[in-house]
């Protein structure tokens, strides 16, 4: 069946499995990259597994290489796979099919088994960002919104902190999914954000989309005379600025700040209150972090894994705050 990006939300228009569930058949997840010990993934599959009342379990896989890695998912108990850094590209070649989303953003960071048994690789980061960003959106004050609009952040620019990789999750879900009209990127690296817009503009036209206008700003000045953003993103770890581009990166996120207030996301989730979450919120801007955006998106990855009863039956805010308290259990 040829692909369709219909309604800007590819993701929901593949029913990922449709195998029958036996609830109390052992399966695993794997979660394989490398320094995954401190790692929220290690502990919230467990709770929810237990939550939803399946034997599910997770299995960690710390290494360098997927050797092992590319037998175990074709084991018997394979339920699914978490994908991290370093090996969100080099998994492509181990698995049997990579469907529109993982292509777009050039990255994979979930496995699943379809219903015809061939291994897939997916992307729900996104997923995670848009459904946070609309949760915080019901949250924000009246005198905050136009009147008329039921999708404040639509037609309207956004901004992105940072252009690796989870940039790339961020500026489509701002784009395609939320509908703002361009992207202002915040980094302190030209040459990661000349490798986000060419990513862009490639992957979105061999998709048979419109790339998403990106501008980058550099120190506070690129900043006059632009529209104000409603959403912004941060991608990029909590740390103090020390370089003169570093400096002048923060000073552009104040100048944004200082505007229209709107909705920031901060998707680092160590610590929990970073220091770009704390400035959005000294700036009156209505913010979730990122432990927001890991319950978010459990409920895509189990999903795609059980199927969407078992999605539809994880309780969303007890399990971010079960993130949260794993959170602050990781800083001590």
């Given at each position: 069946m040829a692909w369709e990006y219909v309604?800007?939300?590819?993701?929901?228009?593949?029913?990922?499995?449709?195998?029958?569930?036996?609830?109390?058949?052992?399966?695993?997840?794997?979660?394989?990259?490398?320094?995954?010990?401190h790692a929220v993934s290690n502990r919230i599959h467990d709770i929810v597994a237990k939550e939803v009342?399946?034997?599910?379990?997770?299995?960690?896989?710390?290494?360098?290489?997927?050797d092992k890695f590319a037998k175990r998912i074709r084991d018997e108990d394979f339920g699914g796979a978490i994908v991290t850094i370093p090996h969100k590209i080099n998994v492509l070649p181990l698995l049997d099919h990579i469907d529109p989303m993982?292509?777009?953003?050039g990255a994979c960071n979930n496995v699943y088994r379809r219903a015809d048994g061939l291994l897939a690789g997916t992307n729900t980061d996104w997923?995670?960002?848009r459904d946070s960003l609309l949760d915080l959106s019901q949250r924000v004050p009246g005198d905050q919104l136009?009147?008329?609009?039921?999708?404040?952040?639509?037609?309207?620019?956004?901004?992105?902190?940072g252009a690796g990789g989870a940039a790339r999750a961020a500026v489509y879900a701002l784009s395609k999914a939320l509908g703002a009209t361009v992207i202002y990127v915040i980094n302190r690296d030209e040459h990661e954000v000349a490798a986000l817009i060419h990513d862009a503009q490639n992957g979105y036209r061999k998709a048979g989309l419109e790339p998403p206008i990106i501008k980058h700003l550099r120190k506070p000045s690129d900043a006059i005379g632009l529209e104000d953003a409603y959403y912004g993103i941060g991608t990029v770890p909590?740390?103090?600025?020390?370089?003169?581009?570093?400096?002048?990166?923060?000073?552009?996120?104040?100048?944004?700040?200082?505007?229209?207030?709107?909705?920031?996301?901060?998707?680092c989730y160590r610590?929990?209150?970073?220091r770009n979450l704390k400035l959005a919120r000294e700036k009156g801007w209505t913010s979730g972090d990122g432990g927001q955006v890991v319950g978010w998106q459990l409920k895509a990855q189990w999903e795609v894994w059980a199927g969407k009863d078992i999605s539809d039956a994880i309780p969303l805010s007890k399990m971010i705050e079960q993130v949260h308290e794993i959170v602050e259990s990781l800083a001590h």
């Open positions: 309604h800007h939300f590819p993701y929901e228009q593949t029913v990922y499995t449709s195998i029958s569930m036996d609830q109390k058949a052992e399966k695993h997840i794997l979660f394989v990259g490398t320094n995954l010990s009342g399946i034997n599910w379990q997770l299995e960690a896989m710390d290494t360098p290489v997927l993982a292509q777009l953003l997923i995670g960002v136009a009147t008329d609009s039921t999708e404040p952040g639509r037609g309207k620019p956004a901004f992105v902190v909590d740390f103090e600025p020390c370089t003169e581009t570093e400096l002048d990166a923060r000073a552009v996120f104040i100048e944004i700040l200082n505007r229209q207030r709107g909705v920031f996301l901060d998707m610590p929990r209150f970073t």
